[in-house]
């Protein structure tokens, strides 16, 4: 009996766990994770901090028993140390009782996602300043607002900062958002559309300062009390820290695997390491960008979930190949949803592409719908083929997940002119006649030179 | 100078009236419409009976004005009433001043639309007996519901049988719907979804009686006071038709241009008839179904508008293709959306493919997201290559526009199992982590055999 054992225990591992139980019936599967907490939902941290999520169970998938039932053996608080690649061995560390173990595997799947960047500023380790990543950090940032805050700083402008915010701002906190780049969203948006998200984040009554690096956290008495960025001390009696990840790839390189030019773990598209029966998936691993045809990483549920299931069918006796990335993500703040998928104009510059975004401005519904809300499209367009790039949609409730239309139209390499005339749905109280994704492939076409 | 006619102003004529225009500004353009109206919104017209849209030039998308100041003649109340493809002439009566004439073309548009299909029913000629097609309707309607009606019915269930409800009941008149079929929406759902949508609109507290076919409209004094129907008589002093339309191409016919199949124009890719310098679009025109590779004759803005663009290019000198319609179309009923496309199984079946219908309930957010609401998915799958030849959506706010990616699915081919992967948006909010369109896909991929 094959052994298969998963070094990290969220999505992409336990997604893997289970596609290798669906296939193999007989394999000896375990999964060893270092924290309290298997298969959770980190994107519903800053709703459950926010309180639209009660209690903080609903958060997670499954539950260690239910992957018994599946002959899944979850260990928790045990942490993988060292891989041995040619033993075909793993080093376990039990947490509880600090005792270290060697355990053999036949096949292995490194899940081990991604670490929280810290910059080199003073002051992190105060009492009130957070992460917002595991369920552990949920129920600190919870705990800590039982104090009722009177000032929050966020310390990011991306996704994760965004959504902390309005978590304070639907809970009365009155909150900073502190994001260096000179607009929100940097790594994901066009500028001009990360402006747009800025100004109407602030309509809602949510300080956003951006070109505002952090210098350093002040506090009193071991306890956080203000943020200096850029001249200015914000004050602050919790701060919660949303500036990016890293993938978790160290151990895969102490045990001599392959990591890419992106510091993830380089992987086949049938998620397979260089180490004979090694995949890896998810945060900690690399993926193949389908327009710039780049090795990626890319630290997003949807992908981790996906390649945990390409590498658990592999896993099981399968053949599955994953079949890339786009970057496609969305998120909402209020009412304002916000969306992307593919290259933004300076990675498609960058991926050497001559390469002109073109955007509209249109509403989510007939112009005489009386609950029609603006939003405004961005295009990336190839101006030697009018090919789509990259899309990016900020607007009222009901725009966001037209990004999923762009999407599969980048997936299938659709041109501008193609797009103008798929047969997409209208009525008055969705879009135009002409939906606003097909105007944007008119506009598109015409960049063709 | 060339001359175009274009016979019939409304969305297919004008939209293509005005590409000609863009493309040559020499070419000499006259519009000739029978009504009081061009250009606009029959879609809108069930929201101005409900009082959603407030003033009937809401729904005029351009006026005579605007297309004088392109220099396109817009000639209202005239009406086309013979072509002689051979001379070259066409027959206009002047309906103010009871005056005929003939007048030359180079080249002519006929964007005649449809004509609503009345069944040999008693009674509907009397006064409070609507239809909900033109403005002139609209104006009606609203005038009679300044009566303060006590019982509405409207017969048909189809997409504008169901608006016109939601309208009633937004002003609350109750109202029946009596649908002829098992289920409502009987020509565009898979019999199912025509149940959901059934249910969840009398929850809505709007009366849908399907199996109910019209025997008569009874009325006293000339009024109406109900319609009877399967043995029942349902009380009202309000009745609106909602029984379909048939493609206006008598003039087309008696001219001696080819009619297709559906008995509306036949038409190449280039929307080209029969006769030379002769293009139709719109509801009076075919067009090639993707899916299915034959030609129908669906009445949707959507489409006539696009026709009407590919036939305005073509005249104005440029070349365009139409590249062929799916029958993607969106509703919605109070916070019940409703959308569909492509082919339903029975339309599949049809067509000659092996194919099976496949289903999925979900959400249209996070099980954890406190706004989520209930979505049904159904696709329509070829059991001999996966790929998807239909899908249709019932759900809470949110999931209607779903259809738009699958629309995209659909026009280029796509199996089960390459949607599965598509790199498709999530945050709680706005769905599960595997977005559902992607467990569509997961699911047509099961039904391979």
Redesign the interface.
């Known amino acids: 009996m094959s052994r298969l054992i998963v070094v990290g225990g969220d999505?992409a591992g336990m997604s893997g766990a289970s596609q290798a139980r669906r296939l193999d019936p007989d394999l000896d599967i375990t999964a060893y994770e270092r924290t309290n907490w298997v298969s959770y939902?980190a994107?519903?941290v800053p709703?459950y901090v926010g309180e639209?999520?009660k209690e903080l169970r609903?958060?997670q998938a499954r539950t260690p028993d239910q992957f018994a039932r599946m002959d899944i053996d979850v260990r928790l608080r045990h942490e993988v140390t060292a891989i041995d690649i040619t033993a075909k061995t793993v080093t376990v560390h039990d947490l509880d009782t600090d005792t270290m173990s060697q355990e053999p595997y036949d096949l292995l799947l490194y899940t081990t996602g991604a670490r929280p960047l810290f910059p080199p500023i003073e002051g992190l380790d105060l009492d009130g300043v957070f992460q917002v990543r595991t369920l552990d950090d949920a129920t600190a940032i919870r705990a800590a607002l039982g104090d009722t805050p009177r000032h929050a700083v966020v310390v990011g402008g991306g996704?994760i900062g965004l959504e902390v915010a309005e978590a304070f701002r639907n809970l009365d906190v009155p909150v900073s958002v502190l994001e260096m780049a000179d607009t929100v969203l940097p790594r994901t948006m066009d500028p001009e559309m990360g402006e747009l998200v800025a100004a109407q984040v602030r309509e809602l009554g949510i300080d956003v300062q951006t070109g505002a690096r952090v210098d350093r956290v002040v506090g009193v008495d071991g306890h956080v009390t203000g943020v200096e960025a850029a001249g200015i001390t914000y004050p602050a009696d919790i701060v919660v820290l949303g500036l990016g990840s890293a993938p978790n790839s160290t151990l895969a390189e102490a045990a001599g695997i392959t990591l890419g030019r992106t510091g993830a773990v380089a992987v086949t598209d049938h998620q397979l390491t260089s180490a004979e029966g090694v995949y890896a998936a998810g945060d900690c691993a690399e993926a193949f960008h389908?327009i710039s045809g780049a090795a990626v990483n890319f630290h997003?549920?949807?992908?981790a979930?996906?390649q945990g299931r390409v590498a658990g069918t592999n896993l099981g006796g399968g053949d599955a190949s994953?079949?890339?990335?786009?970057?496609?993500?969305?998120?909402?703040v209020g009412d304002i949803e916000i969306?992307r998928?593919g290259l933004i104009l300076s990675e498609a510059t960058a991926a050497g592409f001559d390469a002109v975004a073109t955007g509209l401005r249109s509403s989510t519904g007939?112009?005489?719908?009386?609950k029609s809300t603006q939003m405004r499209i961005r295009t990336v367009v190839d101006r030697a083929t009018s090919k789509l790039l990259g899309a990016q949609v900020v607007g009222g409730?009901?725009s966001?997940?037209?990004?999923?239309?762009f999407?599969?139209?980048l997936?299938?390499g659709?041109t501008g002119a193609?797009l103008e005339?798929?047969?997409?749905?209208?009525?008055?109280?969705?879009?135009g006649?002409?939906?606003p994704?097909n105007i944007a492939g008119r506009k598109a076409a015409s960049v063709l030179h």
């Open positions: 999505a939902a994107c519903g709703y639209d999520v609903q958060l996704y389908r997003l549920a949807t992908v979930n996906k994953f079949p890339g990335v786009l970057g496609t993500a969305i998120t909402k969306s998928t007939s112009h005489y719908w009386p409730p009901g966001g997940k037209r990004i999923d239309t999407a599969v139209a997936w299938m659709l193609d005339y798929v047969d997409l749905s209208y009525a008055p109280p969705f879009s006649v002409w939906e994704v």
